[in-house]
């Protein structure tokens, strides 16, 4: 069962190569369910029993069930689409010494740098396309291995291994200058725009703009002496979103609105339309409750009684480095669903929320894991704290644990993909009634 879980997994994450393919195939998985799209610039009509999504920007994605009219609380789960990469500027083509023609990029995110150089790398995104009408969006991906960046010969940087990582050295690496992506030779001038074209089936000329990013075509692989073990690119966070998706079709509660939530941007900062710090996620329950005929004081009702999951993967104990972890809450692959702490709040999780958490996950024999950063080391956040500055309800911060987070081809644990869908499943299939504050009812 493990097994054929990950290649689920790995088949979703292949052919989700940009953010934009990964609600696109979201998309066709709620519908083939038996789920109705909705337009945030057209009325809704819900029924009660009824099973919706609607999507911003093609880059975000929210999908609810609706059990009654008469709903206590609404349980989500939000996890995020993109990944670190590099985007690919406008008129991208660049000549060096008229022999080779590079891509001119930029990065987005905070990725480890080294881990690009001298693998097999294509374009995906979308493009904006003229009709006689106005514009459209055609997704893009241009499905074979298409550039690569070289590294340097160790010959001509003897440097190159200095430092305890390459990540150390990855300081010094210079985006504009050590990280383009080499297209062709001179006879591949003049001819990207064209390749972009013929991937989304239109005229060159009837191109507007794109929004392109590189992808890792390295295959994902299941390994160790075990095969406990995996390794594919975007497992941060498209494992997370794999997994709600998967627990929110099976799942659901009589008592509680069932939301999956997938926000585009989280990693650069979320603070676009499409990210957890915009409105999306308050319009579509605001719209929801009124839908339905309820009031805005049955909206804050129901809204103090609900529930978010933030899943976004955490740090495993590194087996080369592990004074990089704290000393008393350190995770491991393979032993469960990490629950994530952080006394500034850059992690949601609170005593409250993890309790309840961990209540719904014993009941199932899930196992849990608690991270804490060393005190010394900032760490990153996520996408709880963010959304919850929007609409104010009891979080925790989740995840699997990963290692070489960041890299465009990172490891997990096999066991714990089942862990965690099967956590969320519970937590879809349950309702949390606050009682008073402080004090929490859990409903099957």
Known sequence: MALEQVQELFDFIEKSPSCFHVIDNVKKTLVEEGFEELFENKKWQLQEGGKYFVTRNLSSIIAFKVPGKDFASFHIIASHSDSPTFKIKDNPEQQVKGKYVQLNTEKYGGMIFSTW???????????????????????????????????????????????????????KLNPQVNLLPLYGDAASKDTFDKLVAEACGVQEEDLLSTDLFLYNRMKPAVWGAHNEYMSCAKLDDLECAFSSLKAFVKGGSQESVSVCAIFDNEEVGSSTKQGANSTFLYDVLKRVNAALGRSEEDYHTAVASSFMLSADNAHALHPNHPGMTDPTNLVFLN????????????????????????????????PC???????????GSTLGNIANSHVSLNTVDIGMAQLAMHSSYETAGVLDLGYMIAGMEAFYNSAVVAECDGTYEIHK
């Not at 979308?126 to 459209?136: C, I, M, N, S």
């Not at 005593?351 to 009941?363: H, M, R, T």
């Not at 894991?369 to 760490?379: A, C, K, L, T, Y």
Request: aromatic content about 4%; proline content about 2%; overall charge positive.
């Open 117 to 171: 150089f001298d693998r097999p790398l294509s374009v995906a995104g979308r493009a904006l396309v003229k009709t006689d009408k106005g514009v459209e969006t055609k997704l893009v991906n241009i499905d074979r291995d298409l550039v690569v960046i070289p590294n340097l010969a160790i010959h001509l940087d003897r440097t190159a291994n200095d430092g305890m990582t390459r990540g150390m050295a990855d300081q």
């Open 335 to 366: 032993e469960g669903i990490v629950i994530k702490h952080n006394a500034n709040q850059r992690y949601t999780t609170d005593a409250v929320s993890s309790a309840i958490f961990q209540k719904l996950c014993k009941e199932q024999n899930v």
């Open 369 to 379: 894991q608690h991270f804490v950063n060393r005190s010394d080391i900032m760490g």
